[in-house]
C-alpha cells in the first residue's frame, strides 16, 4: 500500500505541467507515493511530453474534457478509491489533488502526511499557498458560503472587515495563514485527503463541470462529521498561474443541501478547462483511454440549476422593490415629523392609518414594473436608462396612488385617510431613491454571479466567419453578459472545418440544432452570417424554434451600415429611414446658439491668460504663436483649426507622423500645454466662426480620415 496517491488533472497546460512534476519529482520523501496524470484531451503534446520527459508517471488521458470532477475522479479511481463505501485494499493511506500549475517544495509531502498522522480526526488538509508574487492566495483557506457570508462577501464588507469573524468569513481572513487552523474548506490546488474520508464520502461530485466541486466535497466530507484542517508546518507552495488568480472568480451552485450557495475562488488556468462540455465515464487504471458517454446528463443537471437561479434572483428583485417601498414609505412617515421642508403637523396620526395606502403603493407600483417590464430588463441597460425607467414608473404609480384613494377608500373602513402632499412628496423622493439603489445592488449582485458562472444562459452560435468569431471572443472577454458559450454550428456543411475555433468546439451542423438545443438546454442562439441569403436565415431560425429559446440575429451589411434605422410611412406604404439629420430647426438653432454665447464668454474671460501664453510661446522659440492646421469639419469640410504652437517650427519638415512619448519636437511651455490641453483653447475662434462646436467629435486630419474610413466602419457619421 502507497502512503501517497498523488491525481495531477492536465489540460494544455503543458510547460506548466513539467515544471509540476519537475518539483515532485525532486522532492525528498521518506512516504511511499504514486503519481498518476489525467490529462483531458489537450491538444497542446501535454500527454506526449509525460510520455517522453517522464516516464516514471503514469498517464491517464481522456478522449475529451469531461472536467474538473470527472478527470480527477478517474485518477482517483485508478488508485483504487471507486466510490462511497468502494475502497480497495491497496489503495493509498492518503490521496492528493495537485493542480498542475503548483509548484510543491522538496518536504512538502512529508510534512501535510506528517501533519495528517499526528491528527487522525482530520479529513481533509491543505497548506499554506502562495502566488508567484508571494502573496497569500486567499483560496486556500475558505469558509463555506452560506448565503449571509455570500451576501457579506458580494458588498465588500469581507474587504473592509478581513479580521471580523462573521464579515471575514468568506476567505477566513481573520485566521493567521501561518498558524495551524481548522477552516471550512482547503483549495483542490493541493487537496489531501484520508482514504476513511473517501470511503465514508465518496468521489468528486460529477454534477460540475469545474469549481466549487471541492467546497462541496470538503461540505459533505464534515458533514460526517470530519474536520478540515489548514497546515503550516512548512509547506508553503507556489503556484505558477497564466492568468490573475487573486481577481478571477468562479461560478455559484445551489444544492439541495444545507448550505444554498457556494462560490469559490478560480484558480489561474482552471479557467481553460470549461472549453467543452463533460461527460460521463470511467477509466481503467494505468494508462487507460476514456469513451465518452451520454452529454445529456450534466445538461440537464445545469439546466435545472440555471433554471432555479434565474427564479431565485427574479424572486430577490420583486422582495427588494417591496422592501425599498416600505422602508420608503416609514422614512417618509418620519420625515414628515422631523424635515422643515414641509410644515410639521402638530400631531402626526399613527402609521397604522397609512397601512391600507401602503398596501395600495406596493400593489400599484410593482404592478407597473411588471406591466411595463421592468421585471424582465435587457442584459446591458444602462443605469441612466435604468434610473429614468423607475423614476417614471414611482412617479406615475404614486399620482395613480392618490387618485385610487379617493375611489377605493371613501366610504369603507379606511376612510378618511389623510394623505397630506408632504407625505406623498416624502414617499415619491425616498422611493425613487431606495428602489434605484435596491436595483443597483441587485444588479452588482447578479454581475458578480454571472463572472462566476451562475445565471449563464448557455448558448449556440450559428456561423463560422469573421463576425462568429469576433461574437465568441466578445462574449468570452465579457463573462458579466452572462453566457455560457455551448459551441459553434457549422450553417454549411459542405465547407471544410475545424475542431475548435478560437478555443470553442463546433458541436454540429445546421441539422443537428434541434438535439442540440434538447441535450444543453441552449437558452440563447446568435445566427451570425451577415451574407446569409433570406431562405436560409428564414430556415436557421425555424429550427431553432423549441421551448423557451431566445434567438438573435445578426443583422446583414445593409442594416449594419445603416445604423439606427427608424420605421415610417408615406401613406399607407412603411419606409425605412436608414439615415437622419440629427439636429435640425429649434435644436440646431439652440445649439448654435450656445457655442456663440460659450466661445464668445470664454474669449472674453480667457483672454488675458491667451496673451501672456502668445508671449511666452514667441519668447521660447522662432515662429509664430499660434498653428493652423487643416482638418475635416461637418459634412467633411476642411477648414483651418487654430492651436497655440507646441512644437518647433520645423517639426514635420521630415513629413507627418503621429507624436509620441518625450518628443524632442515639443517646447518646454508646448509640453505643459499638451498636458493640460491649453493648447486647444484658440478653437474657441474655430467655435465662433461656425466650424467647430462646443460639444462635438475631434476633427481630424483629412490624411487620417482617409485612413480611419477605410478601417474603421461608420466612420464618416462623425463628420
Same mark, same amino acid.
Given at each position: 500500500?502507497?502512503?501517497?496517491?498523488?491525481?495531477?488533472?492536465?489540460?494544455?497546460?503543458?510547460?506548466?505541467?513539467?515544471?509540476?512534476?519537475?518539483?515532485?519529482?525532486?522532492?525528498?520523501?521518506?512516504?511511499?507515493?504514486?503519481?498518476?496524470?489525467?490529462?483531458?484531451?489537450?491538444?497542446?503534446?501535454?500527454?506526449?511530453?509525460?510520455?517522453?520527459?517522464?516516464?516514471?508517471?503514469?498517464?491517464?488521458?481522456?478522449?475529451?474534457?469531461?472536467?474538473?470532477?470527472?478527470?480527477?475522479?478517474?485518477?482517483?479511481?485508478?488508485?483504487?478509491?471507486?466510490?462511497?463505501?468502494?475502497?480497495?485494499?491497496?489503495?493509498?493511506?492518503?490521496?492528493?489533488?495537485?493542480?498542475?500549475?503548483?509548484?510543491?517544495?522538496?518536504?512538502?509531502?512529508?510534512?501535510?502526511?506528517?501533519?495528517?498522522?499526528?491528527?487522525?480526526?482530520?479529513?481533509?488538509?491543505?497548506?499554506?499557498?502562495?502566488?508567484?508574487?508571494?502573496?497569500?492566495?486567499?483560496?486556500?483557506?475558505?469558509?463555506?458560503?452560506?448565503?449571509?457570508?455570500?451576501?457579506?462577501?458580494?458588498?465588500?464588507?469581507?474587504?473592509?472587515?478581513?479580521?471580523?469573524?462573521?464579515?471575514?468569513?468568506?476567505?477566513?481572513?481573520?485566521?493567521?495563514?501561518?498558524?495551524?487552523?481548522?477552516?471550512?474548506?482547503?483549495?483542490?490546488?493541493?487537496?489531501?485527503?484520508?482514504?476513511?474520508?473517501?470511503?465514508?464520502?465518496?468521489?468528486?461530485?460529477?454534477?460540475?463541470?469545474?469549481?466549487?466541486?471541492?467546497?462541496?466535497?470538503?461540505?459533505?466530507?464534515?458533514?460526517?462529521?470530519?474536520?478540515?484542517?489548514?497546515?503550516?508546518?512548512?509547506?508553503?507552495?507556489?503556484?505558477?498561474?497564466?492568468?490573475?488568480?487573486?481577481?478571477?472568480?468562479?461560478?455559484?451552485?445551489?444544492?439541495?443541501?444545507?448550505?444554498?450557495?457556494?462560490?469559490?475562488?478560480?484558480?489561474?488556468?482552471?479557467?481553460?478547462?470549461?472549453?467543452?462540455?463533460?461527460?460521463?465515464?470511467?477509466?481503467?487504471?494505468?494508462?487507460?483511454?476514456?469513451?465518452?458517454?451520454?452529454?445529456?446528463?450534466?445538461?440537464?443537471?445545469?439546466?435545472?440549476?440555471?433554471?432555479?437561479?434565474?427564479?431565485?434572483?427574479?424572486?430577490?428583485?420583486?422582495?427588494?422593490?417591496?422592501?425599498?417601498?416600505?422602508?420608503?414609505?416609514?422614512?417618509?412617515?418620519?420625515?414628515?415629523?422631523?424635515?422643515?421642508?414641509?410644515?410639521?403637523?402638530?400631531?402626526?396620526?399613527?402609521?397604522?392609518?397609512?397601512?391600507?395606502?401602503?398596501?395600495?403603493?406596493?400593489?400599484?407600483?410593482?404592478?407597473?414594473?411588471?406591466?411595463?417590464?421592468?421585471?424582465?430588463?435587457?442584459?446591458?441597460?444602462?443605469?441612466?436608462?435604468?434610473?429614468?425607467?423607475?423614476?417614471?414608473?414611482?412617479?406615475?404609480?404614486?399620482?395613480?396612488?392618490?387618485?385610487?384613494?379617493?375611489?377605493?377608500?371613501?366610504?369603507?373602513?379606511?376612510?378618511?385617510?389623510?394623505?397630506?402632499?408632504?407625505?406623498?412628496?416624502?414617499?415619491?423622493?425616498?422611493?425613487? *431613491?431606495?428602489?434605484? !439603489?435596491? &436595483?443597483?445592488?441587485?444588479?452588482? +449582485?447578479? $454581475?458578480? #454571479?454571472?463572472?462566476? @458562472?451562475?445565471?449563464?444562459?448557455?448558448?449556440?452560435?450559428?456561423?463560422?466567419?469573421?463576425?462568429?468569431?469576433?461574437?465568441?471572443?466578445?462574449?468570452?472577454?465579457?463573462?458579466?453578459?452572462?453566457?455560457?458559450?455551448?459551441?459553434?454550428?457549422?450553417?454549411?456543411?459542405?465547407?471544410?472545418?475545424?475542431?475548435?475555433?478560437?478555443?470553442?468546439?463546433?458541436?454540429?451542423?445546421?441539422?443537428?440544432?434541434?438535439?442540440?438545443?434538447?441535450?444543453?438546454?441552449?437558452?440563447?442562439?446568435?445566427?451570425?452570417?451577415?451574407?446569409?441569403?433570406?431562405?436560409?436565415?428564414?430556415?436557421?431560425?425555424?429550427?431553432?424554434?423549441?421551448?423557451?429559446?431566445?434567438?438573435?440575429?445578426?443583422?446583414?451589411?445593409?442594416?449594419?451600415?445603416?445604423?439606427?434605422?427608424?420605421?415610417?410611412?408615406?401613406?399607407?406604404?412603411?419606409?425605412?429611414? *436608414?439615415?437622419?439629420? !440629427?439636429? &435640425?430647426?429649434?435644436?440646431?438653432? +439652440?445649439? $448654435?446658439? #450656445?457655442?456663440?454665447? @460659450?466661445?464668445?464668454?470664454?474669449?472674453?474671460?480667457?483672454?488675458?491668460?491667451?496673451?501672456?501664453?502668445?508671449?511666452?510661446?514667441?519668447?521660447?522659440?522662432?515662429?509664430?504663436?499660434?498653428?493652423?492646421?487643416?482638418?475635416?469639419?461637418?459634412?467633411?469640410?476642411?477648414?483651418?483649426?487654430?492651436?497655440?504652437?507646441?512644437?518647433?517650427?520645423?517639426?514635420?519638415?521630415?513629413?507627418?507622423?503621429?507624436?509620441?512619448?518625450?518628443?524632442?519636437?515639443?517646447?518646454?511651455?508646448?509640453?505643459?500645454?499638451?498636458?493640460?490641453?491649453?493648447?486647444?483653447?484658440?478653437?474657441?475662434?474655430?467655435?465662433?466662426?461656425?466650424?467647430?462646436?462646443?460639444?462635438?467629435?475631434?476633427?481630424?486630419?483629412?490624411?487620417?480620415?482617409?485612413?480611419?474610413?477605410?478601417?474603421?466602419?461608420?466612420?464618416?457619421?462623425?463628420?
Amino acid at each position: 500500500m502507497y502512503d501517497l496517491g498523488v491525481v495531477i488533472l492536465n489540460w494544455n497546460t503543458r510547460d506548466l505541467l513539467r515544471r509540476c512534476l519537475q518539483t515532485v519529482i525532486e522532492s525528498h520523501s521518506e512516504f511511499s507515493r504514486r503519481v498518476i496524470v489525467v490529462d483531458n484531451a489537450s491538444s497542446d503534446d501535454s500527454a506526449a511530453m509525460v510520455r517522453s520527459e517522464f516516464p516514471q508517471i503514469e498517464l491517464i488521458t481522456n478522449e475529451s474534457n469531461i472536467g474538473y470532477p470527472a478527470g480527477n475522479n478517474v485518477g482517483l479511481r485508478a488508485l483504487g478509491y471507486e466510490g462511497k463505501g468502494k475502497v480497495q485494499a491497496n489503495a493509498p493511506r492518503y490521496a492528493l489533488l495537485l493542480n498542475p500549475d503548483t509548484e510543491v517544495p522538496p518536504n512538502a509531502f512529508d510534512d501535510m502526511i506528517a501533519f495528517m498522522d499526528a491528527h487522525p480526526d482530520v479529513g481533509i488538509a491543505g497548506p499554506k499557498i502562495v502566488l508567484p508574487d508571494g502573496t497569500l492566495d486567499k483560496a486556500c483557506k475558505r469558509g463555506f458560503p452560506t448565503p449571509m457570508v455570500s451576501i457579506y462577501h458580494f458588498m465588500g464588507l469581507s474587504k473592509l472587515f478581513p479580521h471580523h469573524r462573521e464579515f471575514g468569513r468568506y476567505n477566513m481572513t481573520f485566521i493567521d495563514p501561518d498558524q495551524e487552523a481548522e477552516v471550512d474548506s482547503v483549495v483542490g490546488a493541493y487537496m489531501q485527503l484520508r482514504r476513511e474520508a473517501i470511503a465514508d464520502t465518496g468521489l468528486l461530485d460529477e454534477a460540475f463541470f469545474m469549481y466549487a466541486e471541492d467546497i462541496d466535497w470538503a461540505y459533505r466530507i464534515k458533514k460526517r462529521r470530519m474536520e478540515s484542517g489548514v497546515s503550516s508546518a512548512g509547506a508553503d507552495n507556489t503556484r505558477e498561474t497564466r492568468s490573475q488568480p487573486a481577481k478571477q472568480k468562479s461560478p455559484v451552485r445551489v444544492l439541495a443541501r444545507d448550505v444554498d450557495l457556494l462560490p469559490e475562488t478560480l484558480r489561474g488556468n482552471d479557467a481553460e478547462m470549461a472549453a467543452q462540455p463533460d461527460h460521463d465515464g470511467a477509466a481503467d487504471q494505468g494508462r487507460a483511454e476514456y469513451v465518452d458517454g451520454n452529454p445529456s446528463t450534466r445538461s440537464n443537471v445545469t439546466g435545472n440549476r440555471i433554471s432555479r437561479t434565474k427564479k431565485a434572483l427574479d424572486a430577490l428583485l420583486v422582495f427588494t422593490d417591496i422592501a425599498a417601498l416600505i422602508l420608503a414609505f416609514l422614512l417618509a412617515y418620519a420625515a414628515r415629523q422631523t424635515l422643515p421642508l414641509f410644515s410639521i403637523p402638530q400631531n402626526q396620526p399613527d402609521f397604522s392609518i397609512y397601512i391600507p395606502t401602503l398596501m395600495l403603493q406596493l400593489i400599484t407600483i410593482s404592478g407597473l414594473f411588471y406591466f411595463s417590464r421592468m421585471y424582465h430588463q435587457p442584459r446591458a441597460i444602462s443605469r441612466i436608462d435604468m434610473t429614468r425607467n423607475i423614476i417614471g414608473m414611482v412617479t406615475i404609480g404614486s399620482l395613480m396612488v392618490m387618485g385610487f384613494q379617493e375611489l377605493i377608500f371613501k366610504n369603507s373602513l379606511a376612510d378618511p385617510i389623510d394623505y397630506p402632499r408632504s407625505m406623498f412628496f416624502y414617499v415619491l423622493a425616498f422611493s425613487i *431613491v431606495l428602489v434605484t !439603489a435596491g &436595483r443597483l445592488l441587485n444588479r452588482a +449582485l447578479v $454581475r458578480q #454571479l454571472r463572472i462566476r @458562472g451562475i445565471e449563464r444562459d448557455p448558448l449556440l452560435i450559428v456561423g463560422m466567419g469573421k463576425i462568429a468569431r469576433d461574437l465568441a471572443r466578445k462574449i468570452k472577454n465579457s463573462p458579466d453578459l452572462g453566457f455560457e458559450i455551448i459551441g459553434i454550428v457549422n450553417p454549411r456543411p459542405q465547407t471544410t472545418i475545424k475542431d475548435r475555433i478560437n478555443g470553442i468546439p463546433v458541436v454540429g451542423n445546421a441539422a443537428d440544432l434541434p438535439q442540440l438545443l434538447d441535450t444543453y438546454r441552449v437558452q440563447q442562439v446568435i445566427i451570425a452570417i451577415p451574407d446569409a441569403q433570406r431562405g436560409e436565415i428564414v430556415e436557421l431560425i425555424t429550427l431553432c424554434q423549441r421551448g423557451r429559446v431566445d434567438i438573435k440575429v445578426y443583422p446583414d451589411m445593409f442594416a449594419y451600415i445603416a445604423g439606427d434605422m427608424t420605421m415610417g410611412e408615406l401613406g399607407d406604404v412603411p419606409l425605412i429611414t *436608414v439615415r437622419d439629420i !440629427a439636429l &435640425r430647426g429649434w435644436k440646431l438653432s +439652440l445649439k $448654435r446658439g #450656445l457655442d456663440v454665447f @460659450g466661445s464668445s464668454l470664454g474669449m472674453v474671460f480667457l483672454s488675458p491668460f491667451l496673451l501672456l501664453t502668445a508671449i511666452a510661446i514667441k519668447l521660447e522659440s522662432k515662429g509664430p504663436a499660434f498653428y493652423t492646421q487643416e482638418r475635416m469639419g461637418l459634412d467633411g469640410r476642411p477648414f483651418q483649426m487654430i492651436k497655440f504652437r507646441s512644437m518647433r517650427q520645423d517639426a514635420e519638415s521630415s513629413g507627418i507622423g503621429w507624436t509620441v512619448e518625450n518628443d524632442p519636437r515639443v517646447t518646454r511651455i508646448g509640453r505643459f500645454m499638451r498636458k493640460t490641453s491649453w493648447d486647444e483653447m484658440p478653437q474657441l475662434i474655430n467655435v465662433l466662426l461656425g466650424e467647430m462646436s462646443l460639444v462635438g467629435p475631434r476633427p481630424e486630419r483629412p490624411f487620417y480620415v482617409q485612413q480611419f474610413r477605410s478601417q474603421i466602419p461608420r466612420y464618416m457619421e462623425r463628420h
